[in-house]
Every structure is written in C-alpha cells, then in structure tokens.
C-alpha cells in the first residue's frame, strides 16, 4: 500500500533479534580484547599524571622566585611519597597573624597518586638520594643547579619516569623508561660556561 505522498506503509521499524545477539557478540568480543590491556595503561597513566604534576609545579615555582625576586623551593619526602612548596619566610604565618591568612596559600604536602613513589633525586655531584627530604631551591633569577627527579611504581619498579630540571636555561624534560634507568645530569666544572 503506499500513501497519499507516495511513501510505502508497511511493517513497523525496528531491529531483529538476531541483529541484537551479533552487535552484543561483537562489543562483547571488543570488551574481551580491550580489559586486559587497559589494567596496563592505568598505571602508567597515574605515572604520568603524577610526573606532569610535580613538573608544573617546578616550573610555577621558578616562575614565581623570578617574579616575586625571593627563593622558592619545592621539597620532596623520598621516604612517604610527598612533596610540598615552601613559601619564602615573609609568606608564611607570624604568631600575630590566624589561619585566615594563608587560605589561598596552602602549605600542605601533595600525596603522589596510588602506586606512584620516588624512585630517586639528586644531581650529578651528589648522586642519587632514595631516602629522606630532598630539596630543589630557586634563587631570586629563577636559577637552580641541574637536577633529575625519578618516579616509579610500586607494582612496575622497572618503569619509571624521569624529569631533568636544567637549572641555567630553566627548561624541564620528561622521559619515560620500561627498563629503570635512572639518568644523572652530568657534573659541570668551572670550564663548562
């Protein structure tokens, strides 16, 4: 039958079951592919996430010593998986002052993300420190000494990422490795400018 515009009327729309059971038999085939797999990306993105974190937070602080022309520094508890920003003294709370006063500039230390730890800090000089607080400081300019931060995980401790803190230029890479490595930045003498 058609109607008066010339459209055919007949069954109503719809889906067959057996359209229904093969869509269902194909995302089902795809979940079984995808799952296994994404428990290996996970880890490596809270890695990730935590390294672009704490690399932000570097750069933000070498922004602001060069801004505000006072040392900033960012410490980091090797030992419990924390880091933190230390205001310049004059920032932080007189006894004469409350609470209030630092609300917008919390002191607190940041937990890195679930599996993430320290592998390491350290520069080419002093070596790699695994234990206790380490400690990368600003100057007025914005200048630190070369510097490299290991992260790895708890459940993958061969893969790690690594963040190279160039204290002259300021510039920060970020690399990532499955096999450990735990890169120096070299020692620089008094010939090397």
Do not use: C
Not at 170 to 193: H, M
Request: proline share 5%; net charge negative.
């Amino acid at each position: 039958m058609t109607t008066r515009r010339g459209q055919r009327q007949g069954a109503a729309g719809g889906f067959t079951l057996v359209e229904l059971l093969a869509t269902l038999m194909v995302v089902g085939l795809l979940f079984a592919l995808v799952l296994p797999n994404l428990g290996a990306l996970v880890p490596a993105a809270r890695l990730r996430g935590s390294g672009a974190r704490i690399r932000s937070e570097l750069e933000w602080a070498r922004s602001e010593a060069r801004i505000q022309g006072k040392r900033m520094v960012v410490e980091f508890d090797l030992d419990r998986s924390m880091w933190r920003l230390v205001y310049p003294p004059e920032q932080r709370l007189t006894r004469d002052e409350d609470e209030s006063a630092l609300a917008e500039r919390p002191d607190d230390w940041v937990q890195l993300e679930e599996d993430v730890r320290f592998a390491g800090a350290g520069d080419g000089k002093s070596g790699l420190a695994t234990k206790g607080l380490y400690r990368v400081a600003f100057d007025e300019y914005g200048f630190t000494g070369d510097q490299v931060l290991v992260l790895d995980l708890k459940s993958e401790p061969m893969r790690t990422w690594t963040l190279r803190i160039h204290g002259l230029s300021g510039r920060a890479d970020a690399s990532e490795s499955e096999t450990g490595e735990k890169p120096l930045p070299p020692v620089l003498g008094e010939g090397a400018f």
